[in-house]
């Protein structure tokens, strides 16, 4: 008797718990339903999808940049140039007597993983990450900027200063002398690749010899005699007291690219950040005593920075962002990163009409409640509903990207008011690479049930966006915006340099990838590949 007692309090006790669970996980949307039996259903609304051209938007001081030139078969082909200014690691150095360069060298880390190491030399063998396009080469050229960077705009109440994609023309007219990466060894310049060999130098500390092995990266050796008399020869007249000082004084490197004849290119997404410039030189030790010694002064590849992009669009591609149907939707949806493109996404017909005053402010002119949004919110038959899931799933155009190389994730967001969703926001899941994170509200390239490794769909969740909707009858049913991203942990925008009609900014990720999509819109025929908006939902029997 005691052992069905006790059997009957646990079993008590788990219901409860269960109860009490399941009533926190459905807590936002527990006044919505009655506690009644209840079935499930599906609905699918069409969502309205068109596409719609970025332009030039904001780059300066961007996580990554990057640098080359990527041939993309379906969207054309990007030119990609940076500039950066200069930091000082130590100020105001003290140079010895009778000084001598002996090398000025550049390095930038590449994205790398370490794949294998050999046991009898240990040497190591690394794989590239983030390098797009084929395997050839491009000419590189290191220049010294002509063009003062500034980190404040005076011009407009001293914000911060905004720099944007469409500007390489004003660095290029004004770089100054000649390449600063003149060395004999043309694969520094005139026929630059990425390459993924480590770095090996022979060192000698104590007579004894030994190898330093460094992950790849670019590595430029420098012109030793501009470098004595912008550097070296600088600091006597107090040039290197300060970075402020400094900067007005050099003002950075410009990294231009150029095509080769016949060569397809290559782009790579880079951490400039990293990088850094190492003058090693050596002096006597004294005026008295002449014994030379090892001495350096580095500059790091930090302050304001800008990534300078051109494009040469696909004829099939400039077509589609610029007669896109806003008001039946677009059969396909090309996303670009970069200075690209996106798609807009009308839930439940047409939402409100957005704009812009002349200080950049939203305005809005309100269409009214859907009817289809009505129906969800004031059911004929009187009976509460509860959103299990809602998900807007993209199908791949597979045929248009064969041959190209896809995303991993895209992200979508309120257009409106240039801010992530509620899915996104509360979604909690994390990763360690700018594509990891965020698996719930998901965005994930799917290759499932597909035998060539190419993308089938993309699928988000919008769950919580859409029960806000409808639990809230003043909730404003906002345009989405849907984009590539370089990195989904990242929701912070970037000013167009020329706002469009339904936006002034676009999502900071998608310009640091230069990756592009084709999906299908709502606008197709086949049932199968047409954007809707699925919603399964749960509703009261009573």
Known sequence: ??????????????????????????????????????????YEFQAIAYNQAGGAVESNNLSVNALGIYENDVFGTTT??????????????TIGVKPEIESVVLTV????????????????????????????SF???????????????????????????????????????????????ETQNDEFFFSPAEHRETVTVD??????????????????????TKIINAVAAGKLASNDVFRNYFRGLYFKVEKISGTAGQMAMLNFGAGKITIKYKEDTSTTDATRVDKS?????????????????????????????????????????????????ELFGKTDVRGFDSN???????????????????????????????????HIDATTMAATKEPNRVYLY?????????????????????????FIYSGIINKEAVTDGRGKTYKIRLTNQIRNLIKNADSTNVKLGLVVTGDINNSTSARLRTAKTLFSKVPKASVITPLGTVLYGNNVADETKKLKLEIYYTKSNN
């Open 297 to 345: 002064i580095v500059l790091n590849l930090s302050g304001t920075t800008v990534n300078l992009l051109s494009d040469v669009n696909k004829p099939a591609y400039d077509a589609a962002i610029s007669s896109s149907n806003s008001t039946t939707g677009d059969s396909k949806l090309y996303l670009k990163g970069g200075a690209g493109s996106l798609a807009v996404i």
């Open 109 to 136: 880390p590449y994205f790398s993983t370490l794949t294998a190491t050999e046991a009898s030399s240990g040497n190591n063998t690394y794989v590239l990450d983030s390098i797009y396009g084929g395997s050839g």
């Open 360 to 394: 950049g402010a939203a305005t809005f002119t309100p269409n009214g409640v859907p009817d289809a949004l009505d129906d969800l919110r004031y059911p004929a038959d009187g009976k509460k509903i509860l959103i299990n899931e809602a998900n807007l799933v993209f």
């Open 414 to 438: 309120d257009l409106t008011n240039s801010q992530s969703i509620f899915d996104y926001k509360v979604d909690a899941s994390s990763g360690t690479k700018a594509q990891n994170g965020k």
């Open 207 to 228: 007579s004894k010899e030994s190898i330093v092995r460094t992950a790849p990266g670019m590595r430029l050796n420098l012109n030793k005699a501009f470098f004595t």
């Open 80 to 93: 990609a140039n940076f500039v950066s200014q200069l930091s000082l690691e130590t100020f105001s150095p």
């Open 1 to 42: 008797m005691n052992n069905n007692f006790f059997k009957s309090i646990t079993l008590v006790a788990t219901v409860l718990l269960l109860v009490s669970c399941d009533k926190e996980y459905n807590s936002i949307g527990s006044d919505l339903v009655d506690n009644n039996n209840f079935g499930f259903d599906k």
């Open 139 to 185: 000419k590189l050229s290191v220049y010294e900027s002509g063009y003062a960077l500034r980190s404040l705009d005076p011009t407009n109440s001293f914000e911060a200063q905004r720099y944007y994609t469409n500007q390489n023309a004003d660095f290029d007219n004004v770089k100054v002398g000649s390449r600063l990466n003149d060395d004999d060894d």
